[in-house]
């Protein structure tokens, strides 16, 4: 549903509210959020959450709550960053924070995962009566073809076979949903990155996988069934299809925010070069710089949306 507002300068605009699509949450007497110990009963959403604009989620609770403390630095909100409250301390699955119009939010690792957490946030978004939502999804990658520290913003989010598609199994048959992202959005993170420093950005595929292993083409793990020559083919395969980094969420939540309607962007660094190796070598106070870099460029977006930097 989409209502009529008014922007600062007296225009007309049109606010889209989020909308969910499952007919049968009309007929709930309430809607339990389990997985975040919410609910439309024992809490007021719109209250709580009505004045979200822009949603960041991330598979680190550690890494998502210091992206909350970060991004309410940089809003220069009142308070102190550091005693911030986990929402969802009711539950041990994800974590929360508020800040501002700001929801950080943790995923965990992989499909299943973030899937589970996407259903109860479109959920909370939509009884929260929120508009105008963006959501990001920032993580670590690795790269295809790209030196490390590379931030990759999503231009299409692809499986195993290169395709901008997510596979869902419901009621045993296989449903093919899209993953087009928001075209916009990207090229505006695109150009926020050249207005910073030390912020290599490109633009490119992501592949998604349901296994950090072989699912990868990884040969460190507890099992391998594949020659070096076999992985390096199916990289160079990947590459030639544009694919430019690999991780494990970015299909269904680029599905499901297409499904939902909501305006939404993948941003992760890689952490290594795959033609090079599979596991990560880098020293661990460069890996947490290069893991602060797309929680930078998204802030950077956020302020400019604000209207606190031109």
């Given at each position: 549903?989409?209502?009529v507002?008014?922007?600062?300068?007296?225009n007309?605009?049109i606010?889209q509210?989020?909308h969910?699509?499952?007919?049968?949450l009309d007929t709930m007497?309430?809607d339990?959020l389990?997985?975040?110990?919410?609910?439309t009963?024992t809490?007021?959403?719109?209250?709580?959450?009505?004045?979200?604009?822009?949603?960041?989620?991330?598979g680190?609770?550690?890494?998502?709550?210091?992206f909350?403390?970060f991004?309410?630095?940089?809003?220069?909100?009142?308070?102190?960053?550091e005693e911030?409250?986990?929402?969802?301390?009711g539950?041990?699955?994800?974590?929360?924070?508020?800040?501002?119009p700001?929801?950080?939010?943790?995923?965990?690792m992989g499909?299943?995962?973030?899937?589970?957490?996407?259903?109860?946030l479109?959920?909370?978004?939509?009884?929260?009566?929120?508009?105008?939502?963006?959501?990001f999804?920032?993580?670590?990658?690795?790269?295809?073809?790209?030196a490390p520290?590379?931030v990759v913003v999503?231009?299409?989010?692809?499986?195993y076979?290169?395709?901008?598609?997510?596979?869902?199994?419901?009621?045993g048959?296989?449903?093919?949903?899209?993953?087009?992202l928001d075209?916009?959005?990207?090229?505006?993170l695109?150009?926020c990155?050249?207005?910073?420093?030390?912020?290599?950005t490109v633009?490119?595929?992501?592949?998604?996988?349901?296994?950090?292993?072989?699912?990868?083409g990884?040969?460190?793990?507890a099992?391998?069934?594949?020659?070096?020559?076999?992985k390096?083919?199916?990289?160079?395969?990947?590459y030639?299809?544009?694919?430019?980094?690999?991780?494990?969420?970015s299909?269904?939540?680029?599905?499901?925010c297409?499904?939902c309607?909501?305006?939404a962007?993948v941003?992760?660094?890689?952490l290594?070069?795959?033609?090079?190796?599979?596991?990560?070598?880098t020293p661990?106070?460069v890996l947490?710089?290069?893991?602060?870099?797309?929680?930078?460029l998204v802030?950077?977006?956020?302020k400019k949306r604000?209207?606190?930097?031109?």
């Amino acid at each position: 549903m989409a209502t009529v507002s008014h922007n600062r300068m007296g225009n007309k605009y049109i606010e889209q509210t989020v909308h969910v699509k499952n007919p049968y949450l009309d007929t709930m007497e309430e809607d339990i959020l389990y997985h975040f110990s919410l609910g439309t009963k024992t809490h007021n959403l719109p209250d709580m959450f009505g004045e979200i604009k822009f949603v960041c989620v991330g598979g680190s609770a550690t890494r998502m709550k210091a992206f909350a403390q970060f991004i309410h630095l940089e809003l220069n909100l009142p308070g102190n960053a550091e005693e911030l409250e986990d929402i969802c301390k009711g539950t041990d699955r994800y974590c929360m924070y508020k800040v501002g119009p700001v929801l950080s939010i943790s995923h965990g690792m992989g499909v299943p995962s973030i899937s589970i957490m996407l259903h109860e946030l479109i959920k909370l978004l939509h009884h929260a009566q929120c508009c105008d939502v963006v959501l990001f999804r920032l993580g670590t990658s690795g790269g295809v073809g790209l030196a490390p520290g590379t931030v990759v913003v999503t231009e299409k989010a692809v499986d195993y076979s290169f395709l901008p598609q997510f596979e869902q199994v419901i009621l045993g048959k296989v449903i093919t949903r899209s993953t087009e992202l928001d075209e916009g959005v990207a090229q505006d993170l695109l150009q926020c990155s050249s207005e910073l420093q030390n912020l290599p950005t490109v633009l490119g595929n992501t592949m998604c996988t349901h296994d950090f292993y072989e699912g990868q083409g990884r040969q460190d793990g507890a099992v391998c069934s594949f020659s070096q020559e076999e992985k390096l083919e199916y990289l160079q395969k990947a590459y030639e299809a544009g694919v430019r980094n690999i991780e494990m969420e970015s299909t269904v939540f680029a599905a499901m925010c297409r499904m939902c309607d909501l305006k939404a962007s993948v941003i992760c660094v890689t952490l290594l070069d795959r033609f090079e190796g599979d596991q990560i070598t880098t020293p661990h106070d460069v890996l947490v710089e290069y893991q602060q870099r797309p929680q930078v460029l998204v802030a950077h977006f956020i302020k400019k949306r604000l209207g606190l930097i031109a």
